[in-house]
């Protein structure tokens, strides 16, 4: 089986100022391995579950380098799995240093694929802001002896998906049918500094978006609806669209009357859901969403459209999901309620598709 979306980079390519101070003062002083402990003596359950979620989340980035961290993702595993690994590039998120660069980050991915062959499938991300892009994704990808899978890219840092920078990039990815991964909820990590005119402004189409606070702009480089410029540019793009518009938007879909017709419009789940259907190499993933079982109704019904069942990836989007629910935890009960035919259609055809495998 196939898991196309997981994490595995250490607390030293995150930005020093990730966190707001508070909270990192509180997870350093406050959370330990006991906090859940004495929550639950408390009878505080739910504080309890939160703080022992919390804490596992932040000590498996603590575990130790890249190497530790696939390890440890690996366990949870049958031995002949592959893995897809993507890399995060957040030095131009306007929250602080990261403590090591990006050149090492893809090199430990790099050593780790020389290792172990087809069990990791590294993307390498693609930061418009990042100098020469093109030739980093093109030497990752193109190297003989440790290949890379695809290329990552992530908006809510602080870009739109129609930036002329990585134009160069799609193009390559179109032409070589490489696949890209992007990430689509309206939570997640987000761009913290200024947010310029530039900064609001699509250059697909010069609309300037008003200002908001960044934890909600960054809702306008996530849209689904931003991608549609892009792919009439690349209609053979091959790209997956992380996480199915997020859980929140399956509960924007469940709950309301056709396509949720409040204030903000369509659901981000049948956006995503109406671009399958369009676009030939369009997917998406279930990853850290489905942790949820209120959502395997719609999963499984989504997956009887002829054409829906062909695009949907399995994914988990460790460690992130540990917040959540346990990796095992989350493919085990998928397996479960989906049955094995329709979890190999996700974990093992669809993937393969998507992978070039
Ligand atoms: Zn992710």
């Known amino acids: ?43 505080m359950n739910a504080l309890a579950d939160l703080s022992y979620r919390y804490y596992t989340f932040k000590a498996i980035g603590e575990i130790g380098d890249q190497n530790a961290i696939f390890k440890h993702l690996r366990g949870f595993y049958p031995e002949d799995t592959s ?43 693609a930061h418009p802001e990042r100098p020469n892009i093109l030739d980093i994704v093109k030497k990752h990808i193109e190297d003989p002896e440790a290949p890379f899978s695809g290329i990552k890219i992530y908006p809510a840092l602080g870009y739109f998906p129609t930036d002329p ?22 939570g997640g990590v987000f761009y913290k500094g200024k947010l310029t005119v530039e900064r609001r402004t699509d250059p697909a189409d010069g609309k300037e978006y008003p200002k908001a606070k960044n934890s909600k702009f960054t809702e306008v480089y996530s849209d689904p609806d931003r991608y549609r410029a892009l792919l009439n540019k690349y209609p053979k793009l091959k790209i997956c669209f992380a996480h199915f518009g997020g859980a929140g938007e399956w509960d924007k ?9 409040d204030n903000d419009g369509k659901s981000w789940f049948s956006k995503v ?8 190499n369009v997917y ?4 850290y969403t489905l942790y949820d079982s209120k959502y395997y109704g719609l999963l499984k019904t989504t997956l009887m459209d ?27 009960n998928l397996r479960g309620h989906l049955g094995q035919k329709d979890f190999d259609q ?9 992978l070039n495998l």
């Open 284 to 287: 998406t993933d279930v990853s």
């Open 273 to 280: 859901k109406e671009l399958l259907i369009e676009y030939d």
């Open 306 to 332: 002829s054409v829906c069942r062909k695009k949907v990836l399995f994914g988990t989007d460790y460690y992130m999901l540990e917040q959540e629910i346990s990796e095992r935890a989350f493919g085990i």
């Open 1 to 43: 089986m196939i898991n196309a979306h997981t994490h595995i980079f250490t607390q030293k390519h995150v930005p020093d100022k990730f966190l707001p101070e508070a909270a990192k003062w509180l997870a350093d002083r406050l959370l330990k391995k006991n906090t859940a402990k004495f929550f639950k003596k408390l009878k």
């Open 165 to 186: 920078r990585l134009d160069e990039v799609f193009a390559y990815a179109e032409v070589n049918q490489i696949p890209v991964m992007t990430h689509c909820t309206r």
């Open 253 to 261: 879909y469940l709950n309301n009357s056709w396509h949720g017709q």
């Open 83 to 125: 893995i897809v690994v993507l890399s995060m590039d957040m030095e131009y998120m306007g929250a602080g240093k990261v403590p090591e660069s990006f050149e090492l980050q893809l090199k430990g991915l790099a050593d780790l694929k020389k290792i172990h062959g087809n069990k990791i499938l590294p993307f390498v991300f």
């Open 346 to 354: 996700i974990s093992i055809t669809n993937a393969k598709a998507y």
